[in-house]
């Protein structure tokens, strides 16, 4: 079982703290997204994971062993870096080939690693080429490979994608999903793009200034984000959030914004003062019948879709329209939400208020449905 644990991680350099007492639990055989911007912390966890870098307290398990202290090559781990970091002076075979040969296996074992791990990354082809000619798709498959052959216990990967143009990128993404779902190795993969995390990850970690705010599924995220920032990094266009008139109770099925009362899933939690959050594709528009009046300001164009700038009395709001339903600068129409999809915050605190919605999902969740 290669589960890894960190239980109160703790990096500080100097007088700035990277990582704050984080305590996770990365699930064997799952592929994990540590995402959020820059400096947020997620880099740091993979190098105290990998051992390039020691926390400044807390620990780390592999398997069930302690490898808080120990350097890299005493953990059965394999790192693929950003920069492809291969050696130019070796062509394509000798990169795979290199860390079978520290290990001191024989001819016969090195060249059937080598040949599966040049099957599964369909670069049969390229055994014979030098990498200082090979495209940057081909030069991350290289790496892949070299990572691959090892056949370690877990995959760390920092942001891997990341110098790839789109096109490369998008179909990277794809073979590392397909690679994951075949080797089923727990994978640790960092990166700042929402985009990657989603299509990749079994489970997504998402952090900020040192701290992990959630740590879920990647559509129990999406759905129900543990807070405003989460709410805000996690889709495009990002969550709408509305001020809500008044305090809200316990027990509560409305709420009042700007003198319309929406109904909303029942909040289990009393609030002072709240926000509404609605994802852009959860706001229905209309030109007739009940709902919030409002003036289309500006449209985009997405070609399966357009995105509406809505002026309200409770404010901007954007919304996901059907490519069919042409919406023009000017118009006046209607809006409602998607009640079971609505979430509300603790506009003073930013975090999310328990609601029957959250309630059923977490309770799903103890009873390992999904």
Request: net charge neutral; hydrophobic share 45%; charged share 25%.
């Given at each position: 079982?290669?589960?890894?644990?960190?239980e109160?991680?703790?990096k500080r350099f100097?007088?700035?703290?990277?990582v704050?007492?984080s305590?996770?639990?990365?699930e064997?055989g799952k592929f994990v997204?540590?995402l959020?911007p820059s400096?947020?912390?997620k880099?740091?966890?993979l190098?105290?994971?990998?051992g390039?870098?020691?926390?400044t307290s807390?620990s780390i398990?592999l398997?069930?062993?302690?490898?808080?202290y120990?350097?890299p090559?005493?953990?059965d781990i394999?790192?693929?870096?950003?920069?492809?970091?291969?050696?130019p002076h070796?062509?394509v075979?000798?990169?795979?080939e290199?860390p079978l040969?520290?290990?001191g296996?024989k001819r016969a074992e090195i060249?059937r690693?080598?040949a599966d791990?040049a099957?599964?990354?369909?670069?049969?082809h390229?055994l014979?080429?030098?990498?200082?000619?090979l495209?940057g798709g081909?030069?991350?498959?290289v790496?892949l490979?070299?990572?691959?052959?090892r056949?370690p216990?877990?995959?760390l990967m920092?942001e891997?994608?990341?110098?790839?143009?789109?096109?490369?990128?998008e179909?990277?993404?794809?073979?590392?999903?397909?690679?994951?779902?075949?080797?089923k190795?727990?994978?640790?993969?960092v990166?700042?793009?929402?985009?990657?995390?989603m299509?990749?990850?079994?489970?997504i970690?998402v952090?900020?200034?040192g701290d992990?705010?959630?740590?879920d599924?990647?559509?129990?995220?999406?759905?129900?984000?543990?807070?405003m920032?989460?709410?805000?990094?996690?889709g495009?266009?990002p969550m709408?959030?509305?001020?809500?008139?008044?305090a809200v109770?316990a027990?509560?099925?409305s709420?009042s914004?700007?003198?319309?009362?929406v109904d909303?899933p029942?909040?289990?939690?009393?609030?002072a003062?709240?926000?509404?959050?609605v994802r852009?594709e959860?706001?229905?528009?209309g030109?007739?019948?009940?709902g919030m009046p409002a003036?289309v300001?500006h449209?985009e164009y997405?070609?399966s879709h357009w995105?509406?700038?809505?002026?309200?009395?409770?404010g901007?709001?954007?919304?996901v329209?059907?490519?069919?339903?042409r919406?023009v600068p000017?118009?006046?129409?209607?809006?409602?939400f998607h009640t079971?999809r609505?979430v509300?915050?603790?506009?003073a605190?930013e975090?999310l208020?328990p609601?029957a919605?959250?309630?059923l999902h977490?309770?799903?969740?103890r009873?390992?449905q999904?």
């Amino acid at each position: 079982m290669a589960e890894i644990r960190i239980e109160k991680l703790h990096k500080r350099f100097s007088d700035f703290v990277a990582v704050r007492d984080s305590t996770l639990t990365l699930e064997d055989g799952k592929f994990v997204v540590l995402l959020g911007p820059s400096g947020c912390g997620k880099t740091t966890t993979l190098r105290m994971l990998a051992g390039l870098e020691f926390p400044t307290s807390g620990s780390i398990t592999l398997a069930g062993q302690d490898v808080t202290y120990l350097r890299p090559r005493e953990r059965d781990i394999a790192m693929v870096f950003q920069l492809f970091a291969l050696y130019p002076h070796l062509g394509v075979r000798g990169n795979l080939e290199f860390p079978l040969r520290n290990e001191g296996l024989k001819r016969a074992e090195i060249d059937r690693r080598v040949a599966d791990a040049a099957s599964i990354l369909r670069i049969e082809h390229l055994l014979g080429s030098r990498v200082g000619g090979l495209s940057g798709g081909d030069r991350q498959r290289v790496a892949l490979g070299r990572a691959i052959v090892r056949q370690p216990q877990a995959f760390l990967m920092d942001e891997p994608l990341g110098t790839l143009d789109a096109e490369f990128r998008e179909l990277m993404c794809v073979e590392l999903r397909k690679l994951h779902e075949r080797l089923k190795t727990t994978t640790v993969f960092v990166t700042h793009d929402q985009n990657e995390a989603m299509a990749l990850a079994d489970h997504i970690v998402v952090m900020n200034q040192g701290d992990i705010l959630q740590a879920d599924e990647p559509g129990a995220i999406y759905n129900f984000p543990s807070c405003m920032f989460v709410a805000r990094f996690i889709g495009r266009p990002p969550m709408n959030f509305v001020p809500i008139a008044g305090a809200v109770r316990a027990g509560d099925a409305s709420v009042s914004l700007a003198g319309a009362m929406v109904d909303v899933p029942r909040i289990e939690a009393d609030s002072a003062t709240a926000v509404l959050g609605v994802r852009p594709e959860h706001v229905s528009v209309g030109v007739e019948g009940g709902g919030m009046p409002a003036e289309v300001r500006h449209v985009e164009y997405f070609g399966s879709h357009w995105v509406a700038d809505l002026a309200t009395a409770a404010g901007v709001l954007k919304a996901v329209i059907d490519k069919a339903q042409r919406p023009v600068p000017g118009d006046r129409v209607v809006i409602g939400f998607h009640t079971d999809r609505l979430v509300l915050f603790d506009a003073a605190s930013e975090q999310l208020l328990p609601s029957a919605t959250t309630r059923l999902h977490l309770e799903a969740k103890r009873h390992g449905q999904h």
